[in-house]
């Protein structure tokens, strides 16, 4: 029988880019998003530009891991003949409390939903935060709080913006720490009381794959990269260290994105691979900020690479004082890896792709269903920091049907939450392990961050809107609706 505590943190997730919109409203500056073009399966997404100097104007292919190239000078802009989903995405700008009226009557106890740090300064230099910035998360979050939804805020997801890339380089630049910490605090302090738990980087290790949209850095080297992380590390840690002193309420966790990796054949060098592969592209993030330190094997990776860890003098201090409070991560499901000179790369998924495994099914986009992905994750991270942990993404992108009477009959991802909510109950009730909730991704129809199509949806509510951005915006209930409403009222146990 499934089990789940009293105080489970069940509910849904969200980030402002692909779910907000308003992009240029209430004094809201451009972030890279709003300048990243919709694409598809099979057509990557692109970066608008224009180099001021020239007058040439174009546009840069998303390159999952490999680099991005952009002209020198390119300034990333908004141009004409381009469609940018994160616009209107699916308009909680102006929906909110209709959406949040719709995940109350879901039963949710949490919402995890992230700021746009160019909404609160549009200058990221003004020692004055905008306002109707601030203004709009403070009348969401009362809302939230209407219904008793404890609301989850990442400070960053995908949210770079656009000047934070053009005049500091991004996150390469140490000077970006301090610009983030006042953005940090500014929020810290103005949501207290209604605020408790927060995010700092939305999968931070996504920088391994998605230079612009998550460090916005237009040039990077293995040098930059590792610039980026040590000041993204930082800033989580001053950000950790602000939250504490300003209420005693606050916990602050930093978000990985986690797949479980299984070696293809018991052939040791197969099983080497994946374990080098987890620690380079997982958990040595994970190290930092939750285990408090640089592990030797990274180190031992940049002394090889000629890469330098240029922390100064009390920085690798700061980071072990102030390591994350919980760890938070994303699991869709996993990956196969062989060293194998067959391999590949022939999965879906979104941090790493590997092999297509033949015992699980896949979505339309290659992402395969693993019943147990989150019990095996559960496992890895909590016996390697002891520390809470808390699922804030997991679901399932379909292309869903809306019939003409407005139902929309998803079994398939009844089907797939399932299993999920089996999994979890299995790591709390037989591992033993502390989770504190979950927050389904997409829980209300949202833009797909990697192709921007509207037509991959994750959610319990559909909203009529196609990937050209036609549409009614309304929302219809999907089946997954009530069976996430019994499954929440019923703590876990009923999933039929
Ligand atoms: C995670 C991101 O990687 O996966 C989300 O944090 C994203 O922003 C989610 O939407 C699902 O990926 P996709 O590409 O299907 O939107």
Redesign the pocket.
Known sequence: MNKFPKDFLWGGAS?AN?FEGGYNEGGKALTISDVTSSGSHTRPREITWIVPKTGEKGSTKFAMGGKMEFPEGAIPCVLEGYYYPSHQATDFYHHYKEDIALMAEMGFKTFRMSIAWSRIYPDLESETPNEEGLKFYEDVFKELKKYDIEPLVTLS??EIPVDLAVKYGGWANRKVVDLFVKYATTVLKRYKGLVKYWLTF??IN?MEHLQALSIGVLDVTPQKKADAALHQFLASALTVKKAHEISDDYQVGMML?YQPLYAETCDPKDQLFVLNKLQRQFLWYSDVQVGGEYPNYKLKEYEREGIQLNAQEGDLDLLKKYACDFLSF?C?GSSVFTTHNNFIESGGG??VRGKKNPYLEANA?G?ETDPHCIRIALNTLYDRYHKPLWIV?N?I?WEDKLEEDGTIHDSYRIDYLRHNVKSMSDAINIDGIPLMGYTM??CID??????GEMK?R?GFVYVDMDDEGNGTLNRYKKDSFYWYKKCIASDGKDLD
């Open positions: 980030a692909q997801h995908f939305n999968e996504m994105a994303s869709y979104n941090a986009w992402w993404e679901g992108g991704w997409g949202l833009v797909s961050a990697g192709t991959k994750y």
